[in-house]
């Protein structure tokens, strides 16, 4: 299975290089090639460099050097911005827009451990669910939420932990809040489920049961991602 949160993000920030045989076996490279491979910006636990995703998910290049050329074309907007850098981390559940191509994805990871696209509607890439890691309470009875991926926002709303918002990437403001609950549909994080989507039945204590196609299995909540 792929390296969990923590370890990739330690991985991406230690290492200047990569080797293709140490890299994260959720990366959709070829085990054979250069000695070397491109390594993300630290910034994003779960993450792959922009350059693999044009070349080697979504086969929009086949080498280095179109790679770059793509790029410096601003054809790619990643969670509304247009981004021109390699090494640039894209990260789980981070959108993805090709205007002149007419094609939108969400990243995912699917049942594999392997990074892949969900294709969605084009409205849809300026919004974007983030699980809540953490909270710290302010003044004025705000909230600042630790997100996933290492995102903070400030807010009033009466929010848990593990539960998720989805917000406006261009207004950096929470469109909703997704709480943690019996019959909320969900996205594992880790674990032998990793990549799959399920429904909550029931949350006992730090563990969901969770109905994974017609099967049921006790997950952490810490690994639970609440998408709807």
């Given at each position: ?10 991985l ?8 293709r045989?140490?890299s994260?076996k959720?990366w ?9 491979v491109?390594i993300?910006?630290?910034g ?9 995703l ?18 410096k074309?601003k054809?790619?907007?990643i ?12 990260g789980l559940f ?5 205007k002149?191509?007419?094609k ?6 699917n ?8 294709e969605?509607?084009?409205n849809?890439?300026n919004?974007?669910p983030?699980?809540v ?8 009875g ?19 932990v593990n ?7 261009q207004?950096?403001?929470?469109l ?10 969900i996205y594992?994080?880790g674990?032998k ?5 399920g ?23 810490d ?5 709807e």
């Amino acid at each position: 299975m792929f390296l969990e949160c923590k370890e990739l993000g330690v991985l991406q920030h230690k290492m200047a290089h990569l080797k293709r045989l140490a890299s994260p076996k959720s990366w959709i490279i070829p085990r054979k090639g250069t000695k070397y491979v491109l390594i993300a910006y630290p910034g994003k636990e779960i993450s792959m460099p922009l350059g693999m995703l044009v070349r080697d998910l979504l086969k929009l290049t086949s080498i280095k050097k179109e790679t770059r050329s793509f790029l410096k074309k601003k054809e790619i907007m990643i969670d509304g911005k247009v981004i021109e850098e390699e090494k640039f981390p894209v990260g789980l559940f981070d959108t993805v827009a090709l205007k002149s191509l007419g094609k939108f994805y969400r990243i995912i990871i699917n049942e594999h451990g392997k990074f892949d696209v969900q294709e969605i509607k084009e409205n849809e890439v300026n919004q974007k669910p983030y699980k809540v890691m953490g909270k710290t309470s302010l003044k004025n009875g705000k909230m600042q939420l630790n997100l996933f991926n290492g995102r903070n926002m400030i807010s009033d709303k009466k929010v848990k932990v593990n539960d998720s918002v989805v917000v406006d990437l261009q207004k950096n403001s929470i469109l909703k809040h997704i709480p943690l609950k019996d019959g909320a549909s969900i996205y594992v994080l880790g674990g032998k489920h990793m990549g799959c989507f399920g429904v909550v039945e029931k949350i006992i204590e730090r563990n969901a049961k969770v109905k994974i196609g017609k099967e049921s299995s006790e997950i952490p909540l810490d690994k639970i991602y609440v998408l709807e």
